[in-house]
């Protein structure tokens, strides 16, 4: 159960968390156990603070960041998705984006092909450098840094060019 207070006063709670018996002792639970992720169980202390529902007031947001030692934003947002969605996505994160990845399947296999290739005039081997350059000049990429070449050899083990190429001779 939820109360959603109309004033915007900092000295007053914008969303009233009342919990249910059933999700106190789940709360409860999931706190005392301490089995599952530290911000799942943080999210369950902050609930279980701001709860109203036994004739109390709950602890303040304000007590609770000091007692916790969160921010008052992530507070803020607990109460909010408790109010909003519900107990369950109250205690989940939401899944983040990310930055989608510079280079495909495609372009990565190109890199590999780039990297076992023999060196460029003058160089005795790839440099990250030298391949982000190459790269772009093929027109596999617009731009791309040395160090998104370095993270995605990293990931694939190649070698830029020494003897072996990082693949098992099995």
Known sequence: MCHLW???????KEYRVRLRSRERKELTDLVRKGVGKARMINRARILLMADESRG????????????????????ATVRRRYCAEGMRK??????????????GAREEAMLTTLVCSTAPEGHSRWTLRLLADR???????????????RRTLKKTSSSRGSGSTGASAT
């Open 135 to 149: 790269m772009v000049e093929l027109e596999q990429v617009e731009s791309i840094s040395h160090e998104t070449i």
């Open 6 to 12: 109309e004033g915007k006063s900092v000295a007053r």
């Open 90 to 103: 109250a205690l989940t994160e939401r899944s983040r984006s990310g930055q989608p990845k510079k280079l």
């Open 56 to 75: 109390g007031r709950g602890k303040t947001d304000e007590e609770i960041a000091e007692i916790l030692g969160v921010a008052l934003g992530t507070i």
